[in-house]
DNA sequence: CAGTGCGTTGCACATTTGTGCAACGCTTGC
DNA sequence: GCAAGCGTTGCACAAATGTGCAACGCACTG
């Protein structure tokens, strides 16, 4: 079969079409959608292109339509259970649509990641997607005023160019603690870490004020990055202390697995009798028998579906009309998941 | 300062030439390095670049350059702990050396990602890397009969064209073995899955191998698929039997997570006083406290830098010399981590 | 049988960039 | 002062593709 030179670059149209003994137009026209082909030309074309394992070029198809087709997905930490399933979850969506993503990693040192983001301008992106609140903002700046489409997620950076999906982490939070309040803890702590990302910034918030409303203080601690490390700490911390909290809110549910294995493993406490805990995002570690934690859902699946919603939505013509995408704020709900870290009321 | 029409198209050579009142020549000579351009000039260059928001067009560049910078990564389960972690190495190690990943999510149905495959041979990539054992042959031939550059980590397919990184799972699977046997566990069962991916069969038949070197026959269970769940459901199989066994090696972590707690949970064992277990790839749950699991750690880090190597000493010059990396084979080792689920000797 | 119309094909030009080659200007040495 | 040399610049062409426009051929109709 394979007569080809193996290790050679790629196969041009020009060799198909001398192969196939038709113009280079028709081999163009052959692989685009709603060209006009004669059906025997076709199919020459095709076998022709098949025997030589012919691939449309689409960096050059690129250079004439707007569409590159490429959507690049800016984040930190996407070895995180989180992360790694909103990526998961786009990555899908995008390639149900015919889209191909582009991951930036923003853990590495910031000019490596200032580099990369320029790669990715350069590959005409048809837009940026940012997954995590850690990103600087003069990134998103950079992309903005390059004219790029920019997705937001989970950030409140009012800026008036990009889109923005957000979850409703204040009003998941205030539910948060009614919970615990209901359950009759009074005296909650609040386990954050020092990443100061918005979203986390709106738990705590959210949490504060309800606290407030009901006549409660509450501690907030923030032990390190957003991890399991970070609640370990937090728990020895507080949990050594003459005054024990009898709940936590944990804004994280990586901070909320490292808060309980201190509580259990370090202290001897049981969850929930004698310490009621809240995470946030379920993460597939939350519904582990070993932890069944009480948090809330981050609404993935709808994230992901909204995200291809914008990009296929993405008609030139409609540019301020009643339906007019640019600049759309959109927040879903992020619901209780009931497990078993808080007592039943 | 930006009063560029906010949304329109992007910035060519041609304008930025334009408005430094210089040729688009000087342009791209300004941002390609070693070039000969004056001082004079490219400072003017510089500024007009920066005041229209002028990034060079990569889709055009690879026209003229092979290397189009890009490299594709195609896996499966990469919402998994050691696949995301694996997935976060990779992509930091390619920005360091200015190339872009493209990701290629084989979860979904294999339709798309046939659909997918082929976007991605369209953009030229440089090479591609494959994670994960569950891409179908058919997709890597796919991409060695276009003339890719293909890169396979922890799979055996014997096929000529790429190269291959290895962990030696086989070895590591036979020291696990005698790490149990020394413990004086004698009844062990072997927990896997039904995907039937190469490292997961090397790891079944390494200690398999093994134990019957010893003397011991061993019970394979393959629950479903490779994750929590699968382990859970074996150790409640395994468990509720008439002669439990009293170790298990768990092929990879996440099943050895679900098969501990099962047996916790459900049966309320002591772990590792009346049943002791090994996993496989040290996922960061793995030293959670509620778990310590003994195991063995993948070299992530290597197998990155290893791929990095690959492709920055891809000289087309050196085809067959002493140094050739055309179908080289590389294994590197997976080292016990010592935890606590193994009872000292 | 001639004319009209429609589907198909090929030519030529467009997209954006890198680069060889020739020309140009400035400096330096004799 | 003049020639040589070197650094810089611009022209033109290359890369692979999509597409408007004109031409061509075939079938159908009057």
């Not at 004219?147 to 409703?168: A, F, K, M």
């Not at 501690?219 to 005054?243: D, Q």
Request: aromatic share 6%; proline share 4%; charged share 20%.
């Amino acid at each position: 079969m394979s007569e080809m030179k193996p290790g050679r670059s790629f196969v041009s149209a020009q060799q198909v079409a001398e192969l196939a003994g038709v113009s280079r137009s028709a081999v163009s026209r052959t692989f685009t959608d709603g060209a006009s082909v004669s059906e025997t030309t076709r199919k020459k074309v095709l076998e022709a292109a098949e025997q030589l394992g012919y691939h449309v070029n689409h960096l050059a198809r690129s250079l004439i339509h707007e569409d590159s087709g490429i959507v690049c997905l800016i984040g930190a930490d996407i070895n995180t259970p989180y992360h790694s399933r909103l990526l998961d979850a786009i990555t899908r969506r995008l390639q149900a649509i015919n889209r191909v993503a582009m991951v930036i990693n923003t853990s590495g040192d910031s000019d490596s990641v200032e580099a990369a983001l320029r790669q990715t301008l350069n590959y005409r992106a048809n837009a940026t997607v940012v997954l995590s609140g850690t990103p600087p903002a003069s990134l998103i700046n950079t992309c903005i005023n390059s004219g790029q489409h920019v997705i937001l997620i989970n950030r409140d950076d009012h800026l008036d160019g990009p889109e923005s999906i957000t979850v409703d982490n204040g009003v998941a939070a205030r539910e948060a603690f009614h919970m615990l309040h209901r359950a009759g803890c009074r005296r909650i702590a609040v386990v954050s870490s020092q990443a100061g990302t918005p979203s986390l910034v709106a738990r705590e918030r959210g949490f504060e004020e309800a606290a407030r409303e009901a006549g409660l203080g509450v501690t907030i601690t923030r032990a390190g990055p957003t991890g399991y490390g970070a609640g370990f700490e937090a728990g020895r911390l507080l949990l050594s202390g003459s005054e024990r909290p009898d709940a936590a809110f944990c804004v994280t549910d990586l901070l909320a697995c490292g808060f309980m294995d201190a509580a259990r493993v370090e202290f001897g406490m049981n969850v929930p009798e004698e310490l009621c805990v809240v995470g946030f995002d379920d993460i597939e570690q939350a519904g582990w028998a070993s932890y069944q934690l009480t948090t809330f859902r981050q609404p993935i699946a709808q994230i992901a579906e909204h995200i291809t919603t914008l990009l296929d939505s993405d008609n030139p013509d409609v540019v301020n009309g009643p339906g007019a995408v640019s600049g759309g704020r959109v927040c879903f709900h992020a619901a209780p998941v009931w497990r078993r870290t808080v007592r039943p009321k």
